[in-house]
């Protein structure tokens, strides 16, 4: 027991150092940033004036299998192919599920999700997808 005091103790002690050091020395924090495999969601929130949405999907994966999301919660396997509202989120629909407060954060922490660059298109980030072009098609030599 001793050494998970010691380590929580230390890790409190470097987190404390580091808020202390953005705010006397000006050093800035990184800010968020969408990652490989995030999902940009921005169906709505650039016309309400808010941020798109980026999902961490890998963060999520890891703790959770697929049909947690897309088959029980009705999550569809295509970025944009939801038609996701704040409305439905706090009615416990999609991802108010599970952030409804007591199995993680709610809704009224809107820049923990509303964290992408205004603008940005609702998309797999990082996706190849985005970058394949189709070949040209180019007859066969007819002889």
Same mark, same amino acid.
């Given at each position: 027991?001793? *050494?998970?005091?010691?380590?929580?103790?230390?890790?409190?002690?470097?987190?404390?150092?580091?808020?202390?050091?953005s705010?006397?020395?000006?050093?800035?924090?990184?800010?968020?940033?969408?990652?490989? +495999?995030?999902?940009?969601?921005? *169906?709505?929130?650039?016309?309400?004036?808010?941020?798109?949405?980026?999902?961490?999907?890998?963060?999520?994966?890891?703790?959770?299998?697929? @049909?947690?999301?897309?088959?029980?919660? +009705?999550? @569809?396997?295509?970025?944009? +192919?939801? @038609?996701?509202?704040?409305?439905?989120?706090i009615?416990?629909?999609?991802?108010?599920?599970?952030? *409804?407060?007591?199995?993680?954060?709610?809704?009224? *922490?809107?820049?923990?999700?509303?964290?992408? @660059?205004? +603008?940005?298109?609702?998309?797999?980030?990082?996706?190849?997808?985005?970058?394949?072009?189709?070949?040209?098609?180019?007859?066969?030599?007819k002889?």
């Amino acid at each position: 027991m001793r *050494n998970v005091t010691t380590r929580l103790t230390t890790w409190w002690r470097a987190a404390a150092l580091a808020l202390v050091a953005s705010v006397f020395w000006g050093v800035s924090m990184q800010p968020a940033q969408a990652e490989y +495999g995030d999902v940009i969601i921005n *169906n709505y929130s650039d016309a309400a004036g808010m941020r798109p949405a980026v999902f961490p999907h890998w963060y999520h994966r890891i703790r959770f299998r697929c @049909k947690v999301c897309h088959a029980d919660l +009705g999550f @569809k396997f295509k970025a944009g +192919g939801n @038609k996701i509202t704040m409305a439905k989120i706090i009615d416990g629909k999609f991802c108010g599920a599970c952030h *409804n407060g007591e199995i993680a954060w709610s809704v009224e *922490n809107c820049g923990l999700c509303h964290s992408g @660059k205004p +603008g940005m298109p609702t998309q797999i980030h990082g996706s190849t997808v985005q970058r394949l072009v189709a070949p040209t098609y180019k007859p066969a030599d007819k002889k």
